[in-house]
């Protein structure tokens, strides 16, 4: 095999999806947000990364008009927030050359303004240039600052749950990587 060089993974946004849930006392909420691009930079030898992944906040719904109205201008205030973002600083794990591996990325998440240091677990599936890749995290967002959306009716829990599901094709720099 040819010395290690840096990899870019550019997201299909397309086929990106991002889900959210939120439980309450009576059921619990779900919702999507989409994804306006991403790529992300890695040397596979040092594990530094670069890179950006961009989440449209404006996209963020849950199939209720009025509650989403509600999401966005007092509890996102997605207007003056218009992205959700996660850089990559840094890939623990090696991406195997076909088939499944699972490695770590560490890096800063910015939501409502404020960046937050975060480590995804991520299962990979490489087939050929394309990438599966998915995880799941938890977002504090009263420690984070976001606004509460609980009502005097209505007690949410603490922490939204996020899930992603991406697909992305693998960029080296050097070779035909357009070959699926």
Do not use: C
């Amino acid at each position: 095999m040819a010395a290690a060089q840096q990899i870019t993974v550019n997201l299909d946004a397309a086929q990106t999806k991002i889900e959210w849930t939120l439980g309450d006392v009576l059921h619990t909420v779900h919702g999507t947000f989409k994804v306006r691009s991403g790529s992300v930079t890695f040397d596979p030898k040092s594990g530094d990364a670069s890179g950006e992944i961009i989440v449209d906040a404006t996209s963020g719904e849950s199939g209720n008009h009025a509650r989403d109205q509600k999401m966005h201008k007092e509890i996102l205030e997605s207007q003056r927030y218009p992205e959700i973002t996660f850089s990559p600083a840094h890939v623990t794990g090696k991406i195997a050359d076909q088939g499944t591996s699972s490695i770590q990325v560490q890096g800063m998440f910015l939501i409502h303004g404020a960046g937050h240091n975060i480590t995804l677990s991520l299962p990979v599936e490489k087939r050929r240039n394309e990438v599966k890749a998915s995880t799941s995290f938890d977002v504090p967002y009263q420690e984070w600052g976001i606004k509460n959306p609980s009502t005097f009716l209505l007690k949410v829990d603490n922490k939204v749950k996020i899930s992603v599901s991406a697909v992305g094709h693998i960029m080296v720099p050097g070779t035909d990587s357009a070959t699926h």
